[in-house]
Every structure is written in structure tokens, then in C-alpha cells.
């Protein structure tokens, strides 16, 4: 997968009751690494969102965060994603936007970027619709690691 940058929506690609998920730490380390720059996006508040990132110890992960309020609109929506892409100085076929949700699947996909379904958030069914949609699925973090 190649890739320049990434947008990680929050809390449901990243968190699981405010805990962050297996192997998700190794993943954003690698990623940095490999000099790709990370946003995070968010339907929470500033304060809050920042409070999540900063307890799961990978605030510093990301080069931004933007929050529905800042941007005038909504997280699944394409606009959302865009802007961050614009923040991130990229262009979308080198951003991949790894979410937690099929709403979020299906608006990255209808914008035009390329997705990548996480699981953890979703129930079975809309996770089946969220791998059909995806270009990658990513059942656990861990799976990633086993390829690296």
C-alpha cells in the first residue's frame, strides 16, 4: 500500500473504550517512520479528542487534528476528509483514511480515497459491508504487524 499520508478517524479507528487498540501504537510508529503524516479526525471537541489522544499516549503521532466544529461540517463526510488532506499537503491517491465505520468507508470511497476498514467498532454484519466497500480491511492492528 503506498501511501504519503494517512487520516485516522476518531475515536473508532484507533480507540475501544478510550483504550487504544492492539498493535495500533506499532502501526502509527511504523507509519511515522516511514515518514508518512498522520491527522486525525473527529465528530468529539477539541479538548476532548486531544484529552483521548494524550491518554493513549500517541498525541504526538499526528501532525493535526481537525473536529467537525473547525471544519463546518461533518467527519463522514467527503469535505471532512479533504480538508484534512489539504492540511496534510497531499493529494488523494496518496492518502488512505482508516476508519472504524461503513458510513465513513462509504464516504472516503464516494470522495474518491482510498480505505481502509479497521475493525474493533463495527458489529458482523456492517463489518462484512465495511470489507466489501475497503479497499484493505484490517481486522486487528496486529495483522498489519505480521506483514511488516
Known amino acids: 500500500m503506498r501511501l504519503q499520508s494517512a487520516i485516522f478517524t476518531l475515536p473508532d479507528a484507533l480507540l475501544d473504550g478510550g483504550t487504544l487498540r492492539p498493535g495500533a501504537d506499532k502501526v502509527l510508529s511504523i507509519l511515522k517512520m516511514e515518514s508518512v ?3 486525525a479526525v473527529t ?9 483521548l489522544l494524550r491518554s493513549a499516549g500517541i498525541e504526538g503521532d499526528f501532525r493535526g487534528l481537525l473536529t467537525e466544529r473547525e471544519a ?4 463522514c463526510s467527503g469535505t471532512m476528509l479533504e480538508k484534512a488532506m489539504r492540511r496534510l499537503r497531499s493529494q488523494k491517491a496518496d ?3 482508516f476508519t472504524g465505520t461503513l458510513a465513513l468507508v462509504e464516504s472516503a470511497k464516494a470522495a474518491g480515497f482510498r480505505a481502509v476498514a479497521v475493525g ?3 458489529e458482523e454484519d456492517e463489518w462484512r459491508q465495511m470489507c466489501a466497500l475497503a479497499d484493505y480491511e484490517l481486522p486487528h492492528y496486529e495483522d498489519w504487524l505480521r506483514l511488516e
Not at 43 to 51: F, G, M, N, P
Open 95 to 97: 492518502t488512505v483514511v
Open 37 to 39: 503524516w498522520l491527522y
Open 43 to 51: 465528530a468529539l471537541d477539541r479538548t476532548e479528542a486531544q484529552a
Open 72 to 75: 463546518g461540517c461533518a467527519v
Open 120 to 122: 474493533g467498532a463495527a
